[in-house]
């Protein structure tokens, strides 16, 4: 069952982090990512504060997911040598 709510469980330094994160993705970074653009469709439909959360946890998953496997963060899914092509 889905109460629509995040979980209180956890590190609140963490989540507030996460969620400040989410804020500057989403309101002071320019650049653009695939991330920050799903966040603004979101934000559209359900306003800003659903939207940070949204990102929050989104940025908790991909986190996880570069600390397990390593990688380093990519803003877009092209190789660094097809982006200069593009400028």
């Known amino acids: 069952m889905r109460?629509?709510?995040?979980?209180?469980?956890?590190d609140d330094?963490?989540?507030?982090s996460l969620y400040e994160a989410?804020?500057?993705?989403?309101?002071?970074?320019?650049?653009f990512s695939a991330l920050k653009s799903w966040g603004l469709?979101?934000?559209?439909r359900g306003g800003y504060r659903k939207a940070k959360v949204a990102v929050a946890r989104k940025l908790?998953?991909?986190l996880h997911a570069m600390w397990i496997s390593g990688e380093p963060f990519r803003w877009?899914?092209?190789?660094?040598g097809d982006l200069?092509?593009?400028q």
């Open 3 to 10: 109460s629509g709510r995040v979980s209180k469980r956890g």
């Open 13 to 16: 330094f963490l989540r507030r």
């Open 22 to 31: 989410a804020n500057a993705l989403l309101t002071r970074i320019p650049r």
């Open 41 to 44: 469709r979101i934000a559209r």
């Open 60 to 62: 908790a998953v991909i």
């Open 76 to 80: 877009s899914s092209q190789e660094p």
């Open 84 to 86: 200069a092509s593009l």
